[in-house]
């Protein structure tokens, strides 16, 4: 997986991650990348100076370290609801179910339009893992 700091047509500026760059070559020749903020199909790689840690990097253990952290006291206090994220987090916000934290997935589509619709989430640090 690479990171991309991405930039559209209009200067906005996001990431994203891509497998690698020949899919992010291959995505945004085809338009499939869209600005988050103004749909734009006309998107480019903004320049990024990657952290790459070499043998034993103190400041990026600790890092390492404080995202486990943060993931682990996420994962003890939310509730999982799998592949139902979207729309529970859909539910929580009109009234239909309980207010409580939660957690699960949602593909890339689904969370922006979560974020459009003016429902806050974020993404869990450090990715899924077996068991969460």
Known sequence: MIHY???CDAGHDFESWFR????FDAQAAQGLIHC?????????????????????DP???????????????IVENTEDVGDNFPDEARRIEDG???????RGRASFEEARALLEDGIEIFPLPGGAREGH
């Open 36 to 56: 988050p903020f103004c749909q734009s199909t006309k998107i480019s790689r903004g320049v990024m100076a990657p952290h790459v840690a070499r043998g034993h």
């Open 20 to 23: 690698d760059s020949d899919s």
């Open 59 to 73: 400041e990026a253990a600790k890092l390492r370290e404080a995202l486990d952290a943060l993931r682990e006291q």
């Open 5 to 7: 700091r991405l930039i």
């Open 96 to 102: 239909a179910a309980q207010r409580r934290a939660i």
